[in-house]
Structure formats: structure tokens, C-alpha cells
């Protein structure tokens, strides 16, 4: 029951800026829009959406998102420097709420053998850059980065200095992942005590010690009221603090916290599901709130209690993270464009005419292999759909040879632009020979890194997902790509020939990164 004196918990999503530094879950830019455009349905209250400053492509993406959402807030993290802060002023100039969020380091090891800087130097730096940004903006985040190894007198001398400059939101990141909840606890209820009213107090907890969402918690115990956090809590190492996890601990436990957030919580597994599907990085079956298992009973005393009554063994209800049951058949063969049409609504999703086009296209040619098609079957093909960049490659056909008792060998056509090429390659195994033939078809010479296969339902007839992460240029990083097919085979060579788009696409948008 929602408590109307209950006091708002923010929650700033930073999936498409600390969610990308997870190793391999770089995106494109129609990628982090479709993501953005999902973290807006489920209503986060700010969306992080990169760092300006970082490379032109997530400038690029910064300002196509800027001029995509309106309901949310749109922030760029900047270094504390005026150069970062005009580029993050820039790419956010089109939203219609605007923040910038800028940081430096507070803790003696940061300042002294990273920054090589005085803590009055620092001070002056963070002064300086707040004051710069509140030339564009009203709405000021600064970070004291690794303010969870940074001593408390420091911090309130220099928090007390960027409030003085225009900062409204203090953010106390646990960098490294180093803290206890008990001793966040304290120090939020410190820096509480000290600020007041003045700014309001954000954690952006790391997950180092498995921590990261205890942290978070126990920090809006202790006066916290804006959350930082990601969707299956991709980030930096082991992670950040995993927005469902925080916001269905609040719902379930608002006994205790009697604090509210403004989530759809509906929207909660399939954004989920569409960050997995676009970073190659599924949540691990036994992942809270969101794994494969996390409403899974496989023991008979469960599933009697559960028949029995749901709350025997169940504390919060799969229908209010939007988790419908994925075994329902949901469309066939016959169903037609009006069904399909229909389905996709009571999905949430809103596709235009080219998307929902292929789309059908897309689920008609499964319908016509598959008998059963699933919620996650169509959650797959739309995945697919919006996030697709312009294909310069494109399978035509595929031709395998008896790879049990002779050497693998592969044909295979590609369209090159709308021009057909066909040639064929033999390799160690039939993966192997797939990948080597189109090497020989595009003249680029792939060198695969990460190849994973999963089933997007159950059944002998199911939908196969590749996701290959490939590296085609050893000074650029390595791409993702995806394929989709009832064949794994044709999904494996769907998802390299996907990497190559995506390398292609990347080129063009000269995406050369600069590390935090
Ligand atoms: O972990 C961290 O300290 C950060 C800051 C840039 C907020 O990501
Ligand atoms: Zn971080």
C-alpha cells in the first residue's frame, strides 16, 4: 500500500554509463536509445546516458536520447573539467529536463597517486567545475569518487564547498566497493546530519563484496533519497547495485523503508530482458528478482504450498515485475497481422510501421517452423527488430557439408550492399568453417572471442540465440553481434555476420573511448 507521506527515493539509472563499462556490453547507438526508451516506460527518474567527453559515438548517443525521451531526466557524467563539462552541456542541450553530473576524486590514495593533486587543489577544482556547469544547468550532480575510502572531515569541507557553488545532488560513490552496510549507514547518517536540506544525497554503490544493493539500502535507512544503480546490475567489475533489487526490496519490505520510487515495477523484467538481449549478458539463473529461477519451485513441498497458497513460498508476486508466464502459447501459424499486432500491445511495446513490418515478416517465417510460439519468442524477434543498424551484410544462403565424417566445409552467399557474393571455406568444426568462410567473403579477418548459445524457450523445436563478441581490428574493441534462428548454425552465422555490421557501423561513427 502506497503511503502518501511516504518521501521519494530517485532512481538514477546509469546502465548506459556504468552499465556500459562492464567488460563486452558496449552499444550502439540505436542500441542505448531502445534502452533508454524502455528505462523512461519504466520511469526512472533520471537516465545517465553516457559520458559526453568519452568518444564522439556516446556523444552521438547522448544527444539522440536527449532528443528521444521527455518524461525523464537526461545527464551526462563529465570529468571535473571544463572541457568534459561543455561537452556534456552540449550533447544534453536538447532534453527537456537537463542534468549534468560531474566528479573528482576525494580519497587520499585517488588524490595523491592518480590526480597527483593537493585536497585543496581538489577542492578548487570541484568548485570550478560545479560553477561551470551550473552555467548550462540548473540541475548539478557532483560525485567525491571513491568517497567510500575518502575521510569524513574532507568530505564535508569540500561537499559543503560545491553546495556553496550550485550543487543539488551529492553523490556518495562506494567506488571500489569497500563498505560495510552498517558503516555506509553511518556515514550517510553523518553527512545527513551535515547537509540538511541543502542538496539531496545519492549512493552509487559498487558490487566488489556482493554489497552493493545491502549498501544502497541500508544508505536511504540513513537519509539517501536518489539511488544510482543498473538493470541486472551490469557496471565496472563486479557491478553496480541492481536497480530491481532496490526497488522490490522497497516494495516488498515497505514496512521498513516506508519510502516510495516512482517505477513501473510492470516494466521490470522486460527491461530486463531487452538489456540482456542487446549486451550478451543474461542475468545468472539464480539472480534475484530477474533470473530464469527467481520464480522457478522445483521442489514438490514448494510447488504444493505454492498451488496451495502463493505466499507460502513466495514473497512477491511475478506479475508485478511483468513476468508473464513464458510457456503460454501465445500465437501460431494461422495467427494473423491483427493477433500479432495485439500481442505486441499487451507486451508494452510500441514498434512503428517498419519495425512492426518486420517484425511480422519475422514471426511469420518462425511461425512457419515452430509451432508453438512464445512470449519470449516474440520478445526475441522485437529485441531484434528495433535495434537494428543498417546491414551492409546479409546472409543469403547457407550450405553445410556431413561435418561427421569429413572435414567441415561451408557455401555461403552474402549480399555485400545488395550484391552477391558466394564462396566456400572448411575450418575444424562446422562453427569454425562458417565463421572462416565469411572471413573470406568481407576480406576482414575476424578473431572471435566470446560464443554463447542459448534456447530462447523450451522445446526440441526452439528458438536458438548466438551472440558472438568478435574482434576485427586489434586497436578497436571487440563487437558484439546476434542471430536469431530455429537453426543454430544459421543463428551463428547470422550473429558474425551481425558483428560485422556493428563493426562497420562503429567505424563509421568514429567511436574511439577515453577511459574514466
Ligand atoms: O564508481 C564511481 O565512483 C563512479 C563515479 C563516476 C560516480 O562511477
Ligand atoms: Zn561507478
Redesign the pocket.
Known sequence: MKNSKNSIVKIFD?TL??GE?SPGASMNIEEKIQIALQLQKLNVDIIEAGFAAASEGDFEAISQISKEIDKSTICS?ARALPQDIKKAALAIKSAKQQRI?T?IATSEIHMKYKLNMSAQKVIQKAIEAVSYAKEFVDDVEF?C???GRSEMNFLKEIIDAVIQAGATTI?I???VGYRMPHEMGYMISELNKFIKNRATISV?C?NDLGLAVANSLESIQNGARQV?CTINGLG?RAG?AALEEIVMSLKTRSDIFQVDTNINTKEIYPTSKLVASITGISPQPNKAVVGKNAFAHESGIHQDGVLKHTQTYEIMSAKDIGLEDAKTIVLGKLSGRAAFKDKIKFLGYSLNDDELNLAFERFKALADKKREIFDDDIRAIIAEVITQIPEVYKLINLQLSDCMNGVPNSAITISIDGEEKTDAGIGKGTIDAIFKTIDRISNIEGHLEDYKVSSVTKGKDALAKVIVKVTFDDSKPPVIGHGLSIDTMIASAKAYIGALNSYVYINKQKNIKVS?
Open positions: 546509469t554509463r556504468d563499462q557524467l553530473h566528479f560525485s569518487e571513491d568517497a553523490n560513490p562506494d567506488t552509487h559498487h544510482e565496472e553496480n574514466l
